[in-house]
């Protein structure tokens, strides 16, 4: 999920906000948007864990 012009991302991120949104609102949206692209990024390369591997380590019920 790379993208491709990040100035028409971010712009589109704005765009998304309310007209009474902060500063705070934004580097919020800005941070989700990173590690959701971070995430599918580590999961297209085959860098996850399955859950029950995650649950039997951390020794929780299936």
């Known amino acids: 999920m790379k993208t491709e012009n990040i ?3 971010a712009h589109r ?5 309310s007209d009474k949104a ?3 609102d934004l ?3 800005i941070y989700v948007r ?3 692209e971070a995430g599918v990024t ?3 390369e085959g860098r996850t864990v399955d859950v029950k591997e995650v649950r039997k ?3 929780l019920i299936e």
Do not use: N, P, V
């Open 7 to 9: 100035k028409q991302e």
């Open 13 to 17: 991120l704005l765009d998304r906000l």
């Open 22 to 24: 902060t500063w705070d």
């Open 27 to 29: 580097m919020y949206q």
């Open 34 to 36: 990173q590690a959701i």
């Open 42 to 44: 580590d999961s297209d």
């Open 57 to 59: 380590r951390f020794g």
